[in-house]
Nanobody, 112 residues
């Protein structure tokens, strides 16, 4: 399985972005997908996850602002990010949890 993350960019504080994580290859092996982020000088952290059945989980820092969803017909998981803050600036990665495969990362920069 391969994951392709996209949708990052530069946005002002308070703005929105939607990240996409498209899966290809042996997609039957994909169940849960998670989004992680890594800011400069910091460890990678879990942002949100979604199970094959649609159950979701969020880091406290993004609850109420970010929404993870999936479209199984397109083998794609989305991360809708609203009310963005400068501290959300990071490279965002998606991960196929069961097989431990990471996407390549997409940079999100939030200016103040």
């Amino acid at each position: 399985v391969q994951l392709q993350a996209s949708g990052g960019g530069l946005v002002q504080a308070g703005g929105s972005l939607r990240l996409s994580c498209a899966a290809s290859g042996s997609t039957y092996s994909i169940n849960s997908i998670s989004w992680h982020r890594q800011a400069p000088g910091k460890q990678r952290e879990l942002v949100a996850s979604i199970s094959g059945g649609g159950f979701t989980n969020y880091a406290d820092s993004v609850k109420g602002r970010f929404t993870i969803s999936r479209d199984n017909t397109k083998n794609t998981v989305y991360l809708q990010m609203n009310s963005l803050k400068p501290e959300d600036t990071a490279v965002y990665y998606c991960k196929a949890v069961r097989v431990g495969v990471w996407g390549q990362g997409t940079l999100v920069t939030v200016s103040s």
